[in-house]
C-alpha cells in the first residue's frame, strides 16, 4: 500500500510539472529574457504578419503590466 501510494504521488507531480500552461506573450518574452521582438521571429519564423501581431500583443501586454 506504501508504493502505491508513493507511486500515485510521484506520478501527479511528474504531470503536473509537464502540463503545458497559458503564458501571455509578454511573459514568455520576459521569462526567456528576450524583446518581443526576438520572441515573435523564433515562434513564427516564416510569417510576418502573425510575427507582427504576435509582437503587438506582447508590446501591449508588457506594457500594461509595467503600470
Known sequence: MKKLL???????LVSAFT???????????SM??????EAAKMKYPGDRKMRHDFKKACKDTWKA???
Request: proline share 11%; net charge positive; aromatic share 0%.
Open 32 to 37: 526567456v529574457g528576450m524583446p518581443c521582438k
Open 65 to 67: 503590466s509595467q503600470k
Open 19 to 29: 502540463l503545458p500552461l497559458q503564458i501571455a506573450p509578454a511573459e514568455a518574452a
Open 6 to 12: 508513493l507511486t500515485a504521488i510521484a506520478a501527479g
